[in-house]
């Protein structure tokens, strides 16, 4: 994992991280009640007082990185892209005329 140890500990302190597998996602969709969606695996968190919690994360980074900015920082994760975002391309030395 790419994150600073200070980071780990942090949200280690305020969540549990752990990875929803194919098995608990099976046992949750053939009980699931009429209209709710299908649960999907991947990695999660819950706020370990019980208060919050995200999941569906593609790997342990992200769901560690939404949890710190979620719960440690108390606020939204920064570089949210959208499609409104507009990129300004910088053409370099080499492709100028």
Not at 21 to 29: I, M, P, V
Not at 65 to 90: E, M, Q
Request: aromatic share 12%.
């Amino acid at each position: 994992m790419w994150l600073p140890k200070e980071v780990v500990q942090a949200v280690d302190d305020h969540a549990r991280i752990y990875y929803l597998d194919s098995r608990a996602t099976s046992r949750w969709n053939s009980h699931r009640r009429n209209g709710e969606l299908r649960l999907l695996t991947g990695w999660c968190w819950v706020a370990r007082d019980g208060d919050d919690h995200r999941q569906g994360f593609k790997t342990m980074t992200v769901a560690y990185r939404d949890a710190y900015y979620s719960l440690v920082r108390l606020s939204k994760a920064p570089g949210a892209l959208s499609s409104r975002t507009r990129f300004k391309v910088i053409q370099g030395k080499r492709g100028a005329a």
